[in-house]
């Protein structure tokens, strides 16, 4: 398996499956890293505290975070099974959605991407190569590696060719297919309306119901008076 991830902690977004694969199942996991992780200075509080310097701020972060960041990615790898770790060490620069300017090369060196990626496909002769689900509202530097990673499954020569396999997280999904949250009403916790069922399991029609007297007050408790 080659997974083709952006930043130096991506692996840690499905770790039971890769531990699965290589513990369970016995087989191989290779990392293909495509940032150096420096962006991450956004957001390196704890960071800051434990290694004792202000990873917040943007100079010092950029310069430190590479190296902190892969060091704490192989010392995970290392639990989780990884055989080779790849880095391609293109800028982790900032957040946006936009992946032209990295496809295109203006952003991130794409001959050099590409030609690593075609070596690395070459020289082993994997089954699958694991890339993120793009997309539209997704982070650039997630869309542009499965992108790159698809491009070059076509160039790839191999009579036998790996299956992709794009993973997703629940922030995949768009807000109106998220589960409607309850709400108080008159200081009575509610659930949302959603129908109801006859006997011979035809639906009715749906009505909020005060769930301190319904099925649906499970983990929702009245306010205290």
Known sequence: VLVVNAHPDDETSFPITLYNITHELKGTVDLALITDGQGGFNGSELGSVYYKLNLTDSTIGRAELPRIRKKEMMEAG???GFRNYYFFDQRDDYYNLNPV???IGQNWDVPFFEKKLDQILAAQPYD????????SVQHVHHKTPSIMALRALTRNKRKQQPLILQRTTNKTKSA?????RRRRVDGRCRAPARPSRTEDGSRTPCR?????????SRGCMPRPS
Not at 208 to 216: G, K, L, M, V
């Open 78 to 80: 290392d639990i989780m």
């Open 176 to 180: 109106e297919h998220a589960p409607p």
């Open 101 to 103: 300017p990295y496809v």
């Open 208 to 216: 909020d119901r005060d769930t301190r007297s319904s099925s649906h």
């Open 128 to 135: 699958f190569v694991i890339t993120m689900l793009p997309y």
